[in-house]
């Protein structure tokens, strides 16, 4: 296995995994709903075309035209990485589930190699787990797709929803076990009513040794910044 670190783009998170994700490695972005998982999947695959690297970006939720206006309003302009085929930005249909999930396990890694995508962001995955109303389905397709994304050499990102009375738990408790890789974040309110406070942990990460701390993040135009010197009270 090689030792090298694929940067997250997301100051401060780099600093807590020790240079940022080990290189083919699979890992889960957990967080409820407006944690920022899009903008930091967006973010990650930035960073990569910045380092002139082949990006790929699977939605299931949102088009293209609206993925490409998030990335605008934090200043990332997407559409020449798509045109000079650096970025890859492709948008599933989940009404069409045994297709797509058919499509996937027989274009996917073929798809990502020819590409020749270095990182691959898929948003989100507890959506391509509703195609399937059985646990053992579910838990044989999230291992399948695994595999197959480790088999490209790629390094990916998969957001998940997480549930609403366990937010430390993914929608269906199943990426966390499959990947390399968890990271949650989550959005508490100050114990006084008071504002939001956005927050990030390291879960796990195979293969590296990585700070287990709780800290704060935050969301500006310039996109997600952990801040890795502060403590969470």
């Not at 058919?102 to 195609?131: C, E, H, Q, Y």
Request: net charge neutral.
């Amino acid at each position: 296995m090689s030792d090298n670190r694929v940067k997250t783009g997301v100051d401060g998170l780099d600093e807590m995994l020790q240079g940022g994700f080990p290189e083919n490695h699979i890992v889960v972005l957990m967080g409820s709903f407006g944690t920022g998982k899009t903008t930091f999947g967006l973010q990650y695959l930035i960073e990569g075309l910045k380092n002139g690297e082949s990006c790929m970006f699977i939605s299931l939720e949102e088009d293209r035209e609206s993925i490409t206006k998030n990335a605008a309003s934090y200043g990332w302009n997407l559409e020449k990485a798509i045109e000079t085929k650096k970025l890859g930005l492709f948008k599933l249909e989940p009404s069409d589930a045994k297709t797509t999930v058919t499509r996937i396990k027989s274009d996917l890694p073929k798809f990502i190699k020819t590409f020749g995508a270095k990182r691959v962001v898929i948003d989100s995955v507890s959506l391509l787990n509703m195609m399937f109303t059985d646990d053992t389905e579910r838990r044989s397709n999230l291992f399948n797709l695994c595999q197959l994304l480790r088999s490209t050499g790629a390094t990916a990102l998969l957001t998940a929803e997480v549930r609403d009375d366990n937010p430390r738990s993914s929608r269906d408790g199943l990426a966390e076990y499959t990947a390399d890789g968890v990271v949650l974040l989550q959005s508490d309110e100050n114990r006084d009513g008071g504002e939001v406070q956005l927050t990030i942990r390291v879960l796990k990460m195979r293969r590296t040794s990585h700070s287990r701390r709780v800290k704060p993040y935050s969301i500006s135009d310039k996109g997600i910044t952990v801040h890795a010197g502060a403590d969470v009270f």
